[in-house]
């Protein structure tokens, strides 16, 4: 399996490395590199979905930015093979101090809301809330915030808390935010 960069067209074909680690590696940082054939890999064997979430430990900034491309991918064409990774989402991945990272938990929490225990939710509207106080980056502001009100259409206490936040917001410099 082979994937040319979207970036470079012209780029001569990659292979696919058996280990995701070193497949991610490597190339322009804003490229997905073997990103897709990751995906492609674990979507023809639910097995290797560990494989995926291990490279969150990775050192390597740019490989965890593609484990996040490749999660939110895995995890809109099968919610139910990522469901029961929910606790490690929660905790060590959600500790990692990366934009990245942490708009991604935003999406797939989003994705994975209707599988999630009361317990879960209540810990995954802790962690977006956390990450939105914490960050200065727009697109994790712009995606938590997206996520955080959408659920706070169903809670009332979550509504409480994002009313004030959405004003907050309104006065950044960011025109996005």
Not at 69 to 92: D, G, I
Not at 118 to 140: G, H, K, P
Request: contains cysteine.
């Amino acid at each position: 399996m082979t994937v040319t960069d979207p970036l470079d067209p012209l780029a001569p074909p990659a292979p696919l490395p058996g280990d995701f680690e070193a497949a991610l590696s490597g190339g322009h940082p804003n490229s997905l590199g073997n990103t897709l054939a990751v995906v492609e890999a674990i979507l023809a064997d639910e097995t290797r979905l560990d494989e995926l979430l291990d490279c969150y430990r990775s050192e390597d900034a740019v490989v965890r930015l593609r484990v996040s491309s490749a999660l939110k991918r895995v995890t809109k064409e099968r919610p139910e093979w990522v469901a029961p990774h929910l606790e490690l989402l929660l905790t060590e991945i959600a500790a990692i101090d990366q934009p990245s990272t942490r708009w991604t938990l935003a999406t797939v929490f989003d994705l994975l809301a209707e599988r999630m225990t009361a317990a879960q939710r209540s810990a995954a509207t802790a962690v977006m809330q956390r990450n939105l106080l914490e960050s200065d980056d727009w697109i994790v502001q712009n995606t938590t915030m997206q996520v955080l009100t959408e659920w706070a259409s169903s809670d009332a206490s979550l509504e409480e808390w994002v009313v004030p936040e959405l004003r907050r917001l309104v006065g950044s410099p960011r025109k996005s935010v």
